[in-house]
């Protein structure tokens, strides 16, 4: 029997360019339930966001070359509204935490994160994000009901 207060299991995108640091995450994550993707760069996080439409939250390391975790946290509240962004960084200051909770981030935690702190807010960026599909569908539905003859 299917309880409806039990979400499915989030799907998490892991964005990091330190490659053993996502790794050991994605086993940590895994061990917690959450389907994990990976991605080594802010590219390769917009790109795995267009291939994969169920994809809950992404964790966004701040610090990388190329295009950084800001950089790409523009691209993704612009192309993937929906889908929520926890910043993750070992190199925090009060000016990139106020600049990513300004573009939009659902939450800011600095490296190493504690996992139940991080498992938190994973599970409430999920809710987040499915609510307001939720909201969405609803307001389609609707819709199309008003448009009946």
Do not use: C, Q, W
Not at 120 to 141: C, L, M, S
């Amino acid at each position: 029997m299917n309880d409806p207060t039990v979400m499915n299991e989030p799907t998490v995108l892991l964005v990091d360019d330190e490659e053993p640091f996502v790794d050991t995450m994605t086993k940590r994550l895994s061990k917690r339930h959450l389907a994990v993707l990976k991605a080594y760069s802010g590219e390769e996080a917009l790109l795995a966001l267009k291939e994969d439409h169920h994809i809950d939250v992404v964790i966004l390391d701040v610090k990388m070359p190329g295009m950084d975790g800001i950089e790409t946290l523009k691209a993704i509240r612009k192309d993937f509204p929906l889908v929520e962004v926890i910043m993750l960084t070992g190199h925090a200051t009060v000016e990139t935490s106020i600049e990513g909770m300004r573009l939009g981030a659902f939450d800011y935690l600095m490296k190493p994160s504690d996992m139940d702190v991080l498992m938190d807010k994973v599970n409430a960026a999920t809710r987040k994000k499915r609510e307001h599909e939720d909201k969405i569908r609803e307001a389609r539905v609707n819709v199309i009901l008003k448009a009946r003859p």
